[in-house]
């Protein structure tokens, strides 16, 4: 079956640690995106990336890296940096960045500092 | 910054009426609009999207789309308990890379 799939679902995350979450789609879309979500909050653009080996920050990009090296991955890291982890993560893809684009989403990682 | 507003709820509307949830959006410019259903602890799940002034139907859903008015609605008919759920606008923007923007969702609640 086509989809979006993260890994893992559920990840805890020490104090100073950088934690990956992964990403991959098998719909052959060129576009894939990374949001955060917070109770009460809609969802946040982290990174974006329009093609393979480019990728651009969003509204929220700081403490997090991605990297775009096959179109069908789009890996995100969260470093130390990154003050206020704790979040629903989001992996999205579309078909293109067009105005017709439909956006997808993978099932979510579930990020926890303790 | 490029808006999009919707009242959080929750809307509670009982079994069988119609659900009406509303967006607004900030840019004129705007040119796709999305409705996504979103059940607690989930992802989003697409329902249906709308391009033109007007309504679209699909099933018990219905998109009204009013770009002089900056607005976008979603009506469920014949609303289910399972209809229960947040419901999260999107925009797309026109103008270089076509970022979409969310709004942070109506919580629906149907009761039987």
């Known amino acids: 079956d086509g989809g979006i799939t993260q890994s893992p679902k559920y990840l805890f995350r020490k104090e100073g640690q950088n934690v990956t979450l992964s990403c991959e789609q098998n719909l052959n879309h060129d576009a894939m995106y990374w949001y955060r979500q917070d109770p009460g909050q809609g969802l946040r653009l982290i990174y974006y990336?329009?093609?393979?080996?480019?990728?651009q920050k969003g509204d929220i990009a700081e403490g997090y890296s991605v990297s775009r090296e096959k179109k069908e991955s789009f890996p995100l890291t969260v470093t130390s940096a990154q003050k206020n982890p704790t979040a629903f993560y989001l992996c999205?893809?579309?078909?293109?960045?067009?105005?017709?684009?439909?956006?997808?989403f993978g099932e979510g990682s579930w990020l926890t500092v303790v | 910054q490029k808006e999009v507003e919707q009242n959080s709820g929750p809307l509670s509307v009982p079994e069988g009426a119609i659900a009406s949830l509303n967006c607004t959006y900030s840019?004129?410019?705007?040119?796709?609009f999305f409705w996504y259903r979103q059940y607690s602890g989930k992802s989003p799940e697409l329902i249906m999207f709308?391009?033109?002034?007007g309504d679209k139907e699909d099933g018990r859903f219905t998109a009204q789309l009013n770009k002089a008015s900056q607005y976008v609605s979603l009506l469920i008919r014949d609303s289910q308990p399972s209809d229960s759920a947040t419901y999260l606008c999107?925009?797309?923007?026109?103008?270089?890379?076509?970022?979409?923007?969310f709004g942070i969702g109506t919580k629906l609640q149907v009761i039987p």
């Open positions: 990336s329009q093609i393979v080996n480019d990728f």
């Open positions: 840019d004129r410019g705007s040119q796709s």
């Open positions: 709308i391009y033109s002034n």
């Open positions: 999107a925009v797309r923007y026109s103008g270089g890379y076509q970022k979409v923007t």
């Open positions: 999205a893809s579309s078909i293109g960045a067009g105005p017709g684009n439909t956006i997808y």
